[in-house]
């Protein structure tokens, strides 16, 4: 049994007793990384002669510290600013940037509550991508079944939970790049409504959409996780001015009365019929826990795609133009002019999705195609959600699939976009809507591989999407299932 | 009927600042034009009397004090760039 099969809880009890040091879950983590690392290749950068200073720093503290995530090990998405530890963004663009100058602000709130950096996970260049193929590095693998890929965005963040690399780790999701690879890695991973956490440090991709978010084992450390990175940012023009609840204390385990909304748009024929029994499976249990679900529609569900793909690309092509070979970065040798530079600097630095996203976004903002395209999809994004409002008002949470199919294999769809897309179906309206979502394990394929239950609320409700996922974590032992990942783990 | 030509995946290119090869306007000319195509199902959607969505939070200007603070130092900032001289950011010529 590895240490990190504990709860936040039982390990915090463990080094307040003095049980086990913080130096001895450092060295589990990076003892674990050693052994299954070269096959998940869940890392980009390790931190170790740092951490494990600071888990001697830590030690010396134990028994009088009570930070809230006091010497547990956490992974950092590569898109995460982290001030002198390298930062790549998972993109040959920024392959030297070794010293980053400031840390993200969750970063410094993961400073503030005692936390380990172990290192910076692997992840789609730029967050554009949902298998981690697009890493310009080498493409992380599923834990539970290395043919096959993790997710992605934040599939190195979601592998190297599911793996026992790290105790939990933080991701981000513009289409559903926590909760698609938590869904495919077994593990538990939320993205925040919008605003609630800082993106202060988060290397942009599509400002109106990103979310930092926390992945775990389980609800509880999730929660754990969310209540120390949210919080208004004066660093981010956008971050909510709301106040930040004790999450935890919204677990009681009740959802007797809890009214659920089903939509059918996320049950339809694309959905695969064992993700489906999945689904009405833990729609039983709920039931059972004294719940009630009644079918609704999110009628423009299906157009959801293709506003994200408008939208989340202008918004990249604008965002990506700061990459240009001044500042930071790799730059092009021999170029005789700046604009030479320039160009060249970026075809050489961003891989082919990259590139495909920031044409996709110019083409919508230029002249004579940006009323047809780029606004055309932001009130599309309306009605995308109004739908949600609609439903939530009658509502306390919408529960459906958090993929229409398991995890599929290395080098299946990589080369067609459009299918890639598709994988989204079902986050990307969550993003639109600015609403928040969890993912949770709800079963097993008949291959092996983990099926999500993604579970949304209302707009700074993360209590009761919370509270409802951890009634079925409660009820059921998914949470448990561990993948046989180098014989070691039970 | 193609939505974008390979002349207009050249001059997109151009405006994002992406020099890309011959082979490669083919396969993004392909690409785009099956993305652009599989974008304007919206326009099955009759949107004439929505507002566009820009933002989901109902956020007006945002403002802050401005007081000036202590951030990076210049030095390392110059440190992080492929090239600079006398605190400047060094680039190739401007003017062709």
Sequence with gaps: MSLFDYTLKELQEKLHNKEVSVTDLVEESYQRIEAVDGEVKAFLTLNKEQALKQAEELDAARGKESAALFGLPIGVKDNIVTKGLRTTCASQFLDNFTDPLYDATVVEKLADAKSVTIGKLNMDEFAMGSSNENSSYYATRNPWNTDYVPGGSSGGSAAAVAAGEVFFSLGSDTGGSIRQPAAFCGVVGLKPTYGRVSRFGLVAFASSLDQIGPITRTVEDNAYLLEAISGHDTMDATSADVDVPKFTEALTGDVKGLKIAVPKEYLSEGVAPEVKEAVMSALRKYEDLGATWEEVSLPHSKYAVATYYLLASSEASANLARFDGVRYGVRTQNAETMLDMFKRSRSEGFGDEVKRRIMLGTFALSSGYYDAYYKKAQQVRTLIKNDFEQVLEDYDVIIGPTTPTPAFKVGEIVDDPLTMYANDILTIPVNLAGVPGISIPCGLSSDGLPIGLQIIGKHFDENTVYRTAHAFEQATDFHKQRPSLGGAQS | ?96
């Excluded at chain 2, 306007?25 to 785009?32: R, W, Y």
């Excluded at chain 2, 900032?77 to 003017?95: C, T, W």
Aim: negative net charge.
């Design chain 2, 1 to 96: 009927m193609s939505r974008i030509s390979k002349e207009e995946v050249k001059h997109v290119a151009n405006l994002a600042r992406l020099a890309i090869s011959e082979e490669e306007a083919d396969m993004f000319t392909k690409q785009l034009d099956d993305i652009i195509t599989y974008a304007e199902q919206l326009n099955e959607l009759d949107t004439a009397d929505v507002e566009p969505t820009t933002h989901v939070l109902d956020l007006k200007n945002v403002m802050r004090k401005d007081e000036p603070r202590k951030w990076l130092e210049k030095e390392d900032v110059m440190n992080n760039a492929p090239d600079h001289k006398d605190g400047q950011f060094k680039v190739p010529s401007i003017l062709e």
